[in-house]
């Protein structure tokens, strides 16, 4: 296994602490929405987080419609299909 991949757990348990620390309310259907899309690596998962969390800054409630709109080009090259190559 490779030693960067994470579980779904562990980047959901990330986005909690991570909310947590900022002292922001997110919903759990929106951090679970965030750990099922976004699995390249903690740092996007972070960055994809600040990002909505920006959002509700400006006045936007925080929803899974509203996270996959604000990330729509991140949720777009996470989903780049895989190429015969890759898998040899």
Not at 37 to 43: H, L, W
Not at 60 to 75: G, H, N, P, Y
């Amino acid at each position: 296994a490779d030693i960067n991949e994470t579980t779904f757990e562990l980047r959901l348990g990330i986005l909690q602490i991570k909310v947590e620390q900022m002292n922001m309310y997110v919903p759990n259907d929106v951090l679970e929405f965030l750990a099922k899309n976004i699995r390249s690596n903690i740092r996007e998962l972070e960055g994809a987080l600040n990002k909505v969390v920006h959002t509700s800054l400006i006045g936007r409630s925080i929803t899974v419609e509203s996270a996959s709109e604000t990330l729509a080009d991140l949720l777009r090259s996470n989903h780049k299909p895989i190429t015969i190559a890759e898998i040899q």
